[in-house]
């Protein structure tokens, strides 16, 4: 198994997003939850991004989550995007 380093990307067009509460849709049926489509518009060329962090205000970590395969932002005007979703799961899952 491979460990990847995280390390916050710097500069390039990014900067760290806040996920609203309200921006949230709850399914109770699957038990989930996913935020609201978070976008960055990147300025140059940044590399590879692998996953990403997800933290409260106060920069405790809540998870990490890496992308199944990790995406190149090799121009600019590149964008990256996605929705953080979270699932409860049993230990059985």
Same mark, same amino acid.
């Given at each position: =198994?491979?460990?990847?380093?995280?390390?916050? #990307?710097?500069?390039?067009?990014?900067?760290?997003?806040?996920?609203?509460?309200?921006?949230?849709?709850?399914?109770?049926?699957?038990?989930?939850?996913?935020? %609201? &489509?978070?976008?960055?518009?990147?300025?140059?060329? @940044?590399?590879? #991004?692998?996953?990403?962090?997800? %933290? =409260?205000?106060?920069?405790? =970590?809540?998870?990490?989550?890496?992308? &199944?395969?990790?995406?190149?932002?090799?121009?600019?005007?590149?964008? @990256?995007?996605?929705?953080?979703?979270?699932?409860?799961?049993?230990?059985?899952?």
């Amino acid at each position: =198994m491979s460990t990847l380093r995280w390390t916050e #990307v710097e500069g390039f067009g990014y900067k760290p997003v806040s996920l609203k509460p309200r921006g949230w849709s709850i399914d109770k049926k699957d038990i989930s939850a996913e935020a %609201e &489509q978070v976008k960055w518009s990147f300025t140059g060329k @940044l590399g590879r #991004v692998a996953g990403f962090t997800l %933290e =409260m205000e106060d920069g405790t =970590m809540l998870w990490r989550e890496p992308f &199944q395969t990790a995406i190149d932002i090799k121009n600019k005007g590149d964008i @990256l995007g996605f929705r953080p979703r979270v699932r409860y799961a049993t230990r059985s899952e």
